[in-house]
């Protein structure tokens, strides 16, 4: 009965190598967030979808896209990952519900950059 | 700019109460929410408030004063399972979620 589930929990590639992370929800929820995290710091939001209305954060590198293809999926895409991209990966949901506002996260991805 | 202030570090023994607090500055507010993370996992959600006032669930409350860009969560009848990271997050317009740097909570026998 998971919820909010990451596939794959542990990814390594190669400096430059294309990388792909992937999120799949069971909650029907109309938001999908991507997180990166890095080790004891906060999780920094990268991206966000309302449905399908995309938010991309200012300081969010080029080298990171997203893609929500339905409702109950979300990718993230890394086109050259380098070395400062290690990090845990985390995606969560929330229904979009200003006065009822709950992130419900995946259990993460945690990318290595060899 | 948009910015959260928590405390970086808290200790406490166990069965005491403990508060941390969080102010904020951002353009846009909906509310601000609690989460929790243990080393390794995933931040899992607390509580959320979009208007003043104090919740209560269970041994952990929060407070909101929007006037004063400030909360904070109490954790009562401490347990060493509650040592983990506690992050206070602003959700601003679009449901955007900017999350503080977090406070890490060390809980004593």
């Known amino acids: 009965d998971a919820m909010v589930i990451q596939n794959p929990r542990y990814q390594v590639t190669q400096f430059g190598k294309p990388v792909t992370l992937s999120c799949s929800q069971t909650?029907?929820?109309?938001?999908m967030y991507w997180y990166q995290q890095k080790s004891s710091q906060a999780p920094k939001l990268l991206f966000h979808y309302y449905d399908k209305d995309f938010n991309n954060e200012a300081d969010t590198p080029d080298n990171f896209q997203s893609r929500r293809p339905n409702t109950s999926f979300c990718f993230l895409d890394i086109r050259s990952p380098g070395l400062g991209d290690a990090a845990m990966y985390l995606c969560?949901?929330?229904?979009?519900?200003?006065?009822?506002?709950?992130?419900?996260f995946g259990p993460g991805t945690r990318l290595l950059v060899l | 700019g948009q910015s959260l202030e928590q405390p970086s570090e808290v200790t406490a023994v166990e069965g005491a109460i403990v508060q941390i607090n969080c102010t904020y500055q951002?353009?846009?507010?909906?509310?601000l929410s609690w989460y929790q993370q243990h080393d390794g996992g995933a931040p899992t959600f607390l509580s959320y408030?979009?208007?003043?006032g104090l919740e209560e669930t269970g041994r952990f409350s929060s407070f909101l004063s929007r006037s004063d860009s400030y909360g904070y969560l109490l954790l009562q009848e401490l347990q060493m399972k509650d040592s983990a990271s506690y992050f206070c997050a602003v959700v601003t317009g679009g449901f955007k979620t900017i999350f503080g740097a977090g406070t890490r909570l060390f809980v004593k026998a």
């Open positions: 408030n979009a208007l003043d």
């Open positions: 909650l029907n929820h109309n938001v």
């Open positions: 951002t353009s846009g507010f909906y509310g």
């Open positions: 969560a949901t929330s229904r979009g519900l200003a006065d009822k506002e709950t992130q419900y």
